[in-house]
């Protein structure tokens, strides 16, 4: 829950995560450490989300 709050507080992530991937985000990685931790590999296996978005979550996650 803290962390689709998180996604969804966070203009930037907002733009770059829909709310669907958002909560898939949050059941798959639990927290946003497990967000943080995990490769660019592991998010790309959520349901929905493509390159284009794990680029704009990615790059708010890791400042990259």
């Not at 930037?12 to 450490?33: E, Q």
């Amino acid at each position: 829950i803290l962390l689709i709050f998180y996604i969804f507080k966070s203009d930037i992530i907002n733009r770059a995560a829909r709310p669907k991937t958002a909560k898939a985000l949050a059941d798959k990685f639990g927290t946003m450490a497990g967000l943080v931790a995990a490769t660019q590999q592991e998010i790309l296996t959520v349901p929905g989300l493509g390159k284009k978005r794990l680029e704009g979550i990615w790059r708010v996650l890791h400042g990259e």
